[in-house]
């Protein structure tokens, strides 16, 4: 593709018109590079690297003079050719730029396409976007640093979005002439306040709005036990039997547990409570530098096992149920593994919900968990001991930079509003730290070595293999999750034994939980005893439904449940009511 290597410009081909100019570029974007700060001494100001990607991005792309040439020349011609658009537009006449707009919700004010000054702004953001994107494809760069330098301009693009600007919105600039400019003391107000209280980001939700134990996490119960890690929270029973088989909730511990239940109407534990399950739920504990040590042995030990044994002595039953979500499915299914290993036949069935047991391909996620990344992000915790809970917001907030960041930074400080309430993005700023020693393992052995996939992970004294699993299962996935894809997902469900029943939502990594019967709601849902080694093959032969996948779950989980029986009491003697739920542990900050 590259004229030349440009690792190697000092040696320029005889006879190579651009030998000199290569090198010069080489030298100036090795310059450029180190003025990003791309060395030892600052490199922890940027933990996955994207300064050191972007470098390498600027050293490929000086490196090949001809390609750089012709993008360039291309990008001034269209640029010159939405300006005569524009030009042809201002005075009546219905031209089309070079670039055809798509659909974009930033863009939906009709000024962007009927006043011919932002119909050129936009025209002229879609080809710097595209004149990127092509030095990006031109460029010589291995996968990694590829998905890296790919991330960093697509926020660098996202930030320099006309629509985040007060000159180049209209629509704020329609509501400061409506308001007599009180939208914009509004707004400078919401920024003041965001940056002395919010890390300088735009707030996503009002304090206060929404509260564990109230809007929040509210379904009744009751916490039975507690350990320095986690509280285990009994649901009181709504219905005058129960199943035999109780149902134990294995939340993630990146994240508050009440995802799995939110609200009232929302709530995935409700739902199952309200269909005659005795539930409990594991809440995690938000830790700091008093649990730096914590290991992934220990969350499985202490978390997982400890609850389970809770679990059998209050309700008496020999199997349990389980169902897990993201990482917390993750270790659900290491547990069933680590059981099987020891022949132990504790677990009736496991439901998992947008988990990865398969790491190969990460989603999104992955431009954070390469080997660099993973060393710079183990000295950044090692002075705390824990990575604080804003890092892990920022970083689930910039996967999503256009809905998460920038629409509030047009909604609080452009247009002087307050952001909408919603429960979800209340849950999502209620953020947790990560023990150092947890998170650089867990990084390391799934992210970075796939180990459970492989059969290679042990964990308090077990080696993991995932095919001795014999349960039957469920698997929940979501075809727009950018976290855990569902391909991937499909990959994982592969790895274990027993029947599967594979789902795909129409939905993302948290709608996929939160997914009450709705009218919009839809599942696909295979017809085969075993699933094909192609995803796309599974697709293919899928029904789709016209309903949540709560609703196709509801009976599966029913026939793994057992008989109707009178509810357990809530607590024991040896494990008695501690406190009503949600408990302490949840309103840690």
């Known amino acids: 593709m590259n004229a030349s290597n440009p690792s190697n410009p000092s040696n320029p081909s005889n006879g190579d018109p651009w030998s000199e100019l290569r090198r010069d570029a080489v030298e100036i974007a090795s310059s450029i590079q180190s003025l990003l700060g791309i060395d030892s001494a600052t490199a922890d100001m940027d933990p996955a690297g994207f300064g050191a990607a972007l470098g390498k991005l600027a050293m490929s792309v000086a490196g090949n003079p001809p390609a750089l040439s012709q993008s360039a020349m291309d990008y001034g011609k269209r640029s010159a050719q939405a300006v005569v658009t524009a030009t042809l537009r201002s005075i009546g006449l219905n031209r089309e730029g070079p670039v055809k707009p798509v659909q974009d919700a930033r863009f939906a004010d009709p000024a962007w396409t009927t006043n011919p000054l932002f119909y050129l702004v936009r025209q002229q953001h879609a080809l710097l976007e595209g004149f990127l994107q092509d030095l990006l494809d031109r460029a010589e760069l291995d996968a990694a640093t590829r998905r890296k330098a790919d991330f960093a301009l697509r926020q660098a693009l996202d930030a320099t979005a006309p629509t985040n600007w007060l000159p180049t919105n209209p629509a704020a600039l329609k509501k400061a002439f409506d308001t007599g400019g009180l939208s914009l003391l509004r707004g400078a107000g919401n920024v003041l306040r965001d940056m002395a209280t919010n890390n300088g980001m735009p707030r996503q939700v009002t304090p206060g709005q929404f509260r564990p134990g109230r809007e929040l996490a509210a379904t009744p119960g009751s916490v039975v036990f507690r350990n320095r890690l986690m509280e285990l929270i009994q649901y009181k029973p709504q219905t005058e039997t129960v199943h035999q088989v109780p149902l134990l909730f294995s939340p993630p511990w990146i994240n508050k547990y009440y995802i799995m239940d939110l609200a009232p109407g929302k709530s995935l534990v409700e739902w199952a409570v309200r269909h005659g399950h005795t539930c409990f739920m594991i809440s995690y504990r938000n830790p700091d530098e008093t649990l730096a040590d914590l290991t992934m042995s220990d969350y499985l030990r202490e978390g997982l096992l400890v609850a389970l044994e809770v679990v059998e002595e209050i309700t008496g039953a020999p199997q349990t149920n389980l169902i897990g979500l993201c990482l917390g499915g993750t270790m659900a299914t290491g547990m069933l593994a680590w059981l099987a290993g020891r022949g132990e036949d504790r677990i009736r069935s496991l439901t998992v919900l947008n988990t990865l047991l ?222 009503a739920a949600p408990g302490s542990y949840v309103r840690e900050t």
């Open 358 to 579: 398969d790491y190969t391909v990460p989603g999104q996620l992955g431009v954070f968990t390469d080997e660099a990344a993973v060393q710079r992000l183990d000295r950044v915790m090692a002075s705390k001991g824990y990575l604080p809970s804003d890092s892990m917001a920022t970083t689930f907030n910039l996967l999503r930079g256009r809905d998460l960041v920038w629409n509030y930074v047009v909604n609080n400080w452009l247009l002087g509003e307050q952001p909408a309430p919603f429960d979800i993005l209340s849950w999502n700023s209620d953020s947790t730290r990560m023990p150092a020693a947890m998170h650089i393992e867990y990084l390391r052995s799934l992210y970075l070595e796939n180990r459970l996939a492989k059969g290679e992970l042990e964990l308090a004294g077990e080696k993991l293999d995932l095919t001795r699993i014999s349960q039957d299962s469920y698997f929940v996935s979501a075809e727009r999750d950018h976290i855990a894809l569902w391909k991937a997902v499909y990959a994982g469900a592969r790895l274990i034994g027993g029947t599967v029943r594979f789902m795909l939502s129409n939905s993302g990594h948290i709608a996929g939980v939160v997914n009450p019967p709705n009218p919009k709601s839809k599942h696909w849902v295979g017809t085969a005893e075993t699933l094909p080694a192609d995803p796309e093959a599974w697709r293919q032969q899928a029904t789709e439904v016209a309903k949540s996948w709560w609703e196709d779950w509801t009976p599966w989980i029913a026939k793994q449940a057992g008989p109707q029986q009178a509810p357990p009491p809530m607590g024991s003697t040896m494990h008695p009511p501690l406190e």
